[in-house]
């Protein structure tokens, strides 16, 4: 808690001070408020404007590095081993060492440095996120771009097909700044840039960007998944289908005023290079400011929901704490969840510090046949006109109601099978994880009973068993959760051989390893519905399908799908929270334990870390998930789902189809 004259006051102070009869210094952060859209140096200027406080500095490294006892994947980060190790040997303690007594310009330089440090660990769950900079102000270009494939086999980073469709409906208010933005005979003529072939961006290879993005975008470990962020794509979003615009065209920071292009635009033999211009919109979760004083007092001092809170505390509090969205809901990829029904259920869903996208993907891109009647939110059925394929668009393992959308995953598909389909495609493209049991019972109503699915059809896992963890569930034991709320009750676990640790059980006691201490089973089984006595499809009929950028609870059911039950993974395109815990326990103030964030800060974690199938004594994550068929994208078909199903379906179960007939014995 802030005590006498709060940090943001004094800085800003500073900012009107005269001098030598000079006139006051202008306040950036008031020549910006209340505009929706300004240059990326302007917002820059207003962020920088604040100097970095050495209380701030010591009071965010103190809560992270205490924090990271709790996450899992740090220690194996700097010991990945190869092939792993080129990409991913980032050292978080050391990182935050330097940034202890680095020079900073301002308390925003600090931030983006923390930011990008955690960023390279390409943990999407392992991030340390800033409302008073992170999306406060969401940087655009109207360019999005693709990465597509020609009949020859070349491929070329394109301006999107789509482009000025989506520029034009999302950017009314700004789109005529950017037509009289372009140069000469390009003035006005934004749409004819539209699936223009991009020859160079800043002078280079547009591949030398795409890198430079993938060694910052963070998030997931495959260096072609953090490719393809550079570039659009689709998702399916809770009430339709949204368009992602890619890194080169969003950005969650203003730290970029300009490009220059180097463009042949379609039907033109023309090379055109010229510069164009971001812009930086206001964030929708940002906090309207008058001046630098009301900017930091709205959008940057932490809140009493920013720490989290006692549970049984002041019951008004804790009840608005559960029916309201938690703040780290703005940065999770997932659609917004009931509160109260998600307390219940293990999340598994990466951070970002971009907000999901709302923009509407352009409707002759949205499937045009009708979605099946079981269809609900996130989770859309298909039936292609083959009439035999069958299609399960999962946009999320998340969705408002956890029991609806468990049944609707299980009646959408038999209506598939009533349907008459034969094979299933499952497109989790941009799925960012979500409920961990729903991840689980898709995979058993989809496979059927076997050993993959029962009793669990995850991944053993382990959590970390530190001082603090221990002393949290030394305190639930001792009466200190007697409504069984807390994620470290003993309750909500299971052993190694999936049987409930007992109530009073100090469960993470005694640890077999120093970092990771305590293995578990699995939480979902028996589930909430009844499974169907058999499968609905075979391994052999199905594919999952995405751009790799599946997450989390997501990975979990594609990796064991596919490494447990022989199912095809297909990538198309490419190049060929704790504090409440704390509170509750009554640990605020023991040595070991984060302190509260000064800030209007979070930090996301890894709290458990999954083993792997092929070998179960080492992670997961640190093993090979090779997509078994690699699917270019041509012109005709990409960022349209109907049309990316229905060349898999022809081409990929076909050719299935005929290996299997030739390979198969024939009996006399």
Not at 74 to 90: K, L, S, T
Not at 372 to 379: F, G, H, I, P, R
Not at 647 to 665: D, H, K, V, Y
């Amino acid at each position: 808690m802030l005590v006498g004259r709060p940090f943001w006051l004094s800085l800003v102070v500073c900012l009107v001070i005269e001098t030598s009869g000079a006139k006051p210094v202008p306040d950036p952060c008031a020549i910006i408020a209340g505009k929706t859209w300004v240059l990326p140096k302007e917002a820059r200027d207003c962020m920088s404007s604040f100097p970095l406080h050495e209380s701030i500095r010591t009071n965010i490294i103190e809560v992270v590095n205490k924090t990271l006892e709790f996450h899992t994947s740090v220690n194996y980060q700097i010991q990945a081993p190869p092939p792993f190790d080129a990409d991913v040997h980032e050292d978080l303690v050391a990182d935050l060492a330097r940034i202890s007594k680095e020079n900073y310009s301002s308390e925003f330089d600090f931030h983006i440095d923390i930011y990008r440090s955690f960023k390279r660990v390409n943990d999407g769950h392992c991030g340390v996120y800033n409302y008073c900079f992170d999306s406060l102000y969401v940087t655009y270009i109207p360019l999005p771009l693709v990465l597509v494939t020609t009949s020859d086999g070349s491929q070329h980073v394109r301006v999107a097909p789509e482009a000025f469709e989506v520029a034009s409906n999302e950017f009314k208010d700004n789109i005529e700044f950017w037509q009289q933005a372009l140069p000469g005979h390009l003035k006005g003529q934004l749409a004819s840039l539209s699936g223009a072939k991009v020859l160079r961006i800043n002078g280079m290879d547009p591949f030398v960007a795409v890198n430079e993005n993938a060694k910052t975008t963070g998030s997931y470990q495959a260096f072609g998944t953090r490719q393809n962020s550079f570039f659009s794509s689709y998702r399916r979003g809770a009430t339709g289908w949204q368009y992602s615009m890619g890194n080169f065209a969003l950005q969650a920071h203003p730290l970029v005023d300009d490009v220059e292009l180097t463009l042949q635009r379609v039907n033109s033999s023309v090379i055109d290079t010229f510069k164009l211009p971001y812009r930086s919109r206001f964030g929708s979760a940002s906090k309207n400011f008058t001046d630098a004083a009301s900017y930091r007092a709205n959008n940057c001092v932490a809140t009493n929901r920013t720490n989290g809170i006692d549970l049984y505390g002041d019951t008004a509090g804790v009840q608005t704490y559960q029916q309201s969205p938690p703040p780290i809901a703005y940065f999770q990829q997932q659609p917004s969840v009931d509160h109260e029904d998600a307390r219940k259920q293990p999340i598994n869903v990466i951070l970002d510090g971009l907000p999901l996208t709302d923009i509407d993907l352009p409707e002759q891109l949205q499937p045009n046949i009708p979605a099946l009647n079981q269809s609900y939110s996130v989770a859309q059925f298909y039936m292609l006109k083959d009439n035999v394929t069958g299609v399960l668009a999962l946009g999320s393992f998340s969705a408002k109601n956890f029991t609806a959308f468990g049944i609707s995953l299980l009646s959408g598909l038999q209506e598939l099978k009533t349907a008459g389909a034969e094979r299933l495609i499952v497109d989790v493209t941009n799925n960012g994880g979500g409920y961990i049991c729903i991840a689980h019972w898709l995979h058993r109503i989809i496979i059927g009973p076997k050993k993959s699915t029962e009793p669990q059809a995850g991944l053993d896992s382990t959590t970390r068993a530190g001082p603090v963890a221990r002393l949290i569930v030394e305190s639930i034991v001792s009466g200190g959760d007697p409504e069984e709320l807390l994620s470290y009750n003993p309750i909500q676990w299971t052993n190694a051989s999936h049987h409930p640790f007992p109530a009073a059980s100090e469960w993470l006691k005694p640890v077999d390893v120093t970092i990771n201490g305590r293995r578990l089973g699995q939480e979902c089984q028996p589930f909430k519905w009844d499974p169907p006595e058999d499968g609905l499809f075979e391994p052999r009929n199905i594919l999952i399908v995405s751009n790799g950028r599946c997450a989390s609870s997501c990975s979990l059911f594609s990796i064991t799908m596919s490494k447990s039950d022989g199912v095809r993974t297909v990538v198309v395109g490419g190049k060929t929270t704790f504090g409440k815990i704390i509170a509750t326990s009554r640990l605020k103030n023991h040595p070991l334990a984060p302190p509260d964030f000064l800030t209007n800060s979070l930090q996301g974690i890894t709290w458990r870390l999954g083993y792997g199938i092929d070998d179960p004594d080492t992670p997961e994550e640190w093993q090979s998930h090779t997509a078994d068929i690699n699917f270019p994208l041509n012109r005709d078909i990409v960022n349209n789902p109907v049309a990316i199903w229905e060349t898999l379906a022809r081409q990929e179960f076909r050719e299935s189809e005929i290996f299997r007939m030739q390979t198969e014995p024939i009996y006399i």
